[in-house]
C-alpha cells in the first residue's frame, strides 16, 4: 500500500502536470499557426505501413506501449476529435475542445495486424470501462476513442467491442468510442517518447511502467524491449 506522502505526490503528478503547468479556461494563450502540426487523416504510409489512432487517457504511457510491439514503426502522441486551433496541450486540458489525448501508430501489416493492436488496446493500454476518465486524469480529453480511418478498421473495432462484451471480459461496459478520424495533430514535441525520458517520474512509475508488464507477460510474442 502506498504511503500518505508518496499518494499526495502521485495526485499532484496526476493530468500529465510534471511536464507543464495547468491554465484556467478563461485564460488559454493563442498558438501561432506555426506552432501547429501538420494534420494526417491518411490510413497508409509509404510502403506497406498502415496508421491507427487510439484515445486511452494520458498519451504518454499508451505511445509508450505501442513503441514496444513489434511491428510498430513509430507512435506519435497528439490529439484528435478537435480542431487545429484548439490542438495544443493548453487548450485541450480544459476538456472542451473536443480532442482526446491520442496516439497515432505506424505499424506494418505483414507483422502485427490491426486486430492484434485492438487486443493491445483493449488489454493493455488503458481501461474502455472508464467514462472520460483514467486513473488520476478525469475529462474528455482523456476518454477511450478509436479513431478509425476507413470501414475495415470500424468494423473491427466494432466486433472487439462485441466480443469482449458477450464474453463478460470487464466487469462494467465498455465505454469506448469508434469514430472517424478526421484529424490528427502531433502534441509538442516534449511529449513525444516521454516515459523513456521521466523513468523517475511518480506519474510514470506508478501510472504507465505497469502496463508495459503487462504487455510482456500477456503479449510476449509482440513485446521487444526497447
Not at 84 to 111: C, L, Q, W
Not at 137 to 164: C, H, M, P, V
Amino acid at each position: 500500500m502506498l504511503s500518505s506522502f508518496f499518494q499526495s505526490i502521485l495526485v499532484l503528478a496526476s493530468g500529465c502536470l510534471l511536464a507543464c503547468n495547468s491554465v484556467s479556461s478563461s485564460n488559454v494563450p493563442a498558438v501561432p499557426v506555426a506552432e501547429q502540426a501538420t494534420p494526417n487523416t491518411t490510413s497508409k504510409v509509404a510502403g506497406s505501413k498502415q496508421i491507427a489512432v487510439f484515445a486511452g487517457g494520458c498519451f504518454w504511457g499508451v505511445e509508450a506501449v505501442f513503441e514496444h510491439v513489434n511491428g510498430v514503426s513509430d507512435a506519435k502522441s497528439g490529439y484528435s476529435g478537435g480542431t487545429a486551433k484548439t490542438a495544443n496541450y493548453d487548450a485541450v486540458g480544459n476538456g472542451d475542445t473536443g480532442h482526446a489525448e491520442s496516439v497515432r501508430i505506424t505499424f506494418d501489416p505483414a507483422k502485427v495486424s490491426y486486430e492484434q493492436l485492438l487486443e493491445v488496446f483493449f488489454k493493455v493500454a488503458h481501461d474502455p470501462t472508464e467514462l472520460n476518465r483514467q486513473g488520476p486524469d478525469t475529462g474528455t480529453q482523456y476518454r477511450s476513442a478509436i479513431f478509425y480511418t476507413d470501414d475495415a478498421q470500424k468494423q473491427a473495432a466494432l466486433n472487439y467491442i462485441e466480443k469482449f462484451g458477450a464474453a463478460g471480459v470487464y466487469k462494467k461496459p465498455i465505454v469506448t468510442q469508434v469514430v472517424p478520424l478526421e484529424k490528427f495533430y502531433e502534441a509538442e514535441a516534449y511529449h513525444q517518447d516521454y516515459l523513456p525520458q521521466n523513468l523517475d517520474s511518480p506519474y510514470i512509475i506508478y501510472n504507465d511502467l505497469p502496463k508495459l508488464e503487462e504487455l510482456k507477460k500477456q503479449f510476449p510474442a509482440l513485446y521487444v524491449k526497447k
